[in-house]
């Protein structure tokens, strides 16, 4: 961890600041900043710091809101495809060449569909579906973040192939060392040599893919939500507001407050993620040498 300097530190600072803003600033601010403000597109003042939106509300409290949106979705997206990417790897990367060329020949494949195409495509054959099913369980959670979930999964099915390339390049690498030839002298499984003398030695760079894959799916999610394809109203996140933001940007009136807080809500977290992914790496990479 030497190699973790001051801006990694800073980072990770950030990042359990913007956490604890978007978790717990909501329930610290006052009732009064819940109900629409007589006040739209009011400047920032004391009372409303980041000043109000088109409707009075207060958007430092949307920008809170909404970053629990813009982050569940990156952590679950980024959780999903870590699953499916290492699986993957895994198989590819120790199963023998035939399968390995099939598998990664497949990933080859995925790589060439247009990640929207792909996402609309998800949204549009399985959000129906999903409402009818969650009414008929009466689940009303579900009925109303039913895009959402959607999104959540869509996202983690297609993020997953950078993933696999990576564990199953390392795979290839570890399952030639002496403790696994051992291992498979002794007579352990296949199953087992995977789970308990390749997947422990990948611990590592799985964990700071996790870190770069987080910001990835965060940055997908709010270019659809910009388009207007993400997260839907009432739900908002920090793309949604961003378009909003660049929606009130006119020569009549310039909100500029609308588009400038987000986007550094959005911008100091992709930042400090990076910075954190990066020292991981080198860290990682120094140990390796």
């Not at 006040?39 to 009372?47: E, F, G, V």
């Not at 690498?173 to 696994?180: D, Q």
């Not at 009432?234 to 793309?239: A, D, E, L, M, N």
Request: charged share 15%.
């Amino acid at each position: 961890m030497k190699t973790f300097t001051g801006s990694a530190k800073v980072a990770a600072l950030v990042l359990a600041g913007m956490g604890l803003l978007v978790l717990a600033g909501p329930l610290a601010l006052p009732d009064s900043h819940r109900l629409p403000s007589p006040l739209t597109y009011a400047a920032p003042s004391i009372a409303h710091p980041c000043g109000t939106d088109m409707n009075g509300r207060d958007l430092l409290l949307r920008i809170m809101e909404g970053g629990r949106i813009s982050l569940l979705v990156g952590i679950c997206g980024a959780a999903i495809s870590l699953f499916i990417g290492t699986t993957y790897g895994l198989i590819a990367g120790s199963a023998g060449r035939g399968t390995d060329n099939a598998m990664m020949r497949l990933v080859d494949v995925l790589y060439s569909v247009p990640r929207l195409i792909f996402i609309l495509i998800f949204i549009n054959a399985f959000n129906e579906r999903l409402q009818l099913a969650a009414n008929s369980q009466g689940w009303e959670w579900l009925v109303g973040s039913s895009r959402l979930v959607i999104l959540i999964l869509s996202l983690g099915v297609i993020e997953w192939l950078t993933m696999a390339r990576i564990v199953r390049g390392q795979t290839l690498t570890l399952r030639e060392r002496s403790y696994v030839a051992a291992a498979r002298v002794l007579g352990e499984g296949y199953w087992t040599i995977l789970r308990k003398h390749i997947l422990p030695n990948l611990a590592g760079i799985i964990l700071v893919y996790l870190t770069l894959a987080i910001p990835s799916v965060i940055i997908d999610e709010a270019f659809l939500s910009f388009l207007g394809l993400g997260v839907q109203a009432p739900q908002s996140s920090w793309g949604s507001l961003l378009a909003e933001g660049a929606a009130s940007i006119n020569p009549l009136k310039g909100a500029w407050w609308m588009l400038l807080f987000p986007s550094l809500a959005l911008l100091s977290t992709l930042l400090a993620l990076y910075s954190l992914g990066d020292a991981m790496r080198r860290s990682l990479s120094s140990k390796n040498h």
